[in-house]
C-alpha cells in the first residue's frame, strides 16, 4: 500500500515536531498554508499553539471554509491541544471572534488546567495505544467538558482524548515526546480511510 499524505496545518504552532512524529509513524508529511494544498491530502494534523491565532489565519488564508469542507467530506484529522480545540464544535469559553473548523461533538475549555506555570506531565492510558502508558505533556491544554465521541483518556475524570469516527484529539502534546505511538493510531484511521476510498473505486 502507498504511504499517505498527511498535511500539517503550518499557520502557527508546532509544526516541526509533528512533521518529524508522522515521519517516525509511516507517513508522508506536507505542510498545508493554502486551500489547493488541501487536495492531494489522506489526512490533517492540526498541532499545538494557539488556537485563536491558528483560527484568525485560518480566515485569512481563506482556509476555514475549505477545512470544514474537507472534514464534513470525511478527512482523517488529528488535532492536539490548539488542535483539539479547532475540532471542537464548540468552545465553552471563545476569544472574540474565534472560530474552529468543528467536527468533533464536543464542548471544550480552553486553559482548563491553568496557565503556563501550571504545565505538567501525566502518565496516561489512551485506549487504542498499545504497549504501556502515554507521557501526556500539558501546556495550556484545554480539556472537554462535554461530548458525545469516544473518550480514550481522562485526567482527574475530564476527557483529554477523544475520537470521533475519523477524528482524533488529544488535550496534550505527543509530538513533543518523542513517542509516535499517538501519531501511529491517527495513521492507522488514514489508511483505513485510504483502503475504504479505493474499495468504493473513489
Ligand atoms: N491554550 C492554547 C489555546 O487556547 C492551547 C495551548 C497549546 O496548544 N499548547 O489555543
Known amino acids: 500500500m502507498r504511504i ?9 504552532g508546532d509544526v516541526r515536531e509533528h512533521l518529524a512524529a508522522l515521519t517516525e509513524a509511516g507517513a508522508r508529511p506536507v505542510t498545508v498554508r493554502r486551500p489547493e494544498e488541501l487536495d492531494a491530502l489522506d489526512g490533517l494534523v492540526i498541532p499545538g499553539g494557539e488556537s485563536t491565532t491558528i483560527s484568525k489565519l485560518a480566515h485569512a488564508f481563506g ?16 488535532g492536539s491541544c490548539a488542535g ?4 471542537a464544535n464548540k468552545i465553552l469559553d471563545p ?10 461533538d464536543m464542548v471544550v475549555r480552553r486553559n482548563a488546567f491553568g496557565r503556563q506555570n501550571e504545565s505538567f506531565e501525566a502518565e496516561l492510558a489512551v485506549t487504542g495505544v498499545e504497549g504501556g502508558p502515554v507521557e501526556g505533556v500539558f501546556i495550556r491544554a484545554p480539556w472537554v467538558e462535554s461530548t458525545a465521541a469516544e473518550v480514550l483518556a481522562e485526567v482527574d ?22 513517542d509516535h505511538r499517538v501519531h501511529a493510531l491517527f495513521v492507522d484511521m488514514v489508511r483505513e480511510a485510504v483502503e475504504e476510498r479505493s474499495e468504493v473505486g473513489d
Open 95 to 104: 476569544r472574540s471572534g474565534q472560530e474552529t473548523i468543528g467536527g468533533i
Open 4 to 12: 499517505p499524505t498527511v498535511g500539517v496545518l503550518a499557520l502557527q
Open 84 to 87: 483539539m480545540i479547532m475540532l
Open 157 to 178: 475524570g475530564h476527557p483529554v482524548a477523544v475520537r470521533q469516527g475519523r477524528l482524533l484529539a488529544t488535550s496534550f502534546h505527543p509530538e513533543l515526546t518523542g
Open 63 to 78: 482556509l476555514l471554509e475549505p477545512l470544514r469542507q474537507r472534514v464534513r467530506e470525511g478527512l482523517p484529522a488529528y
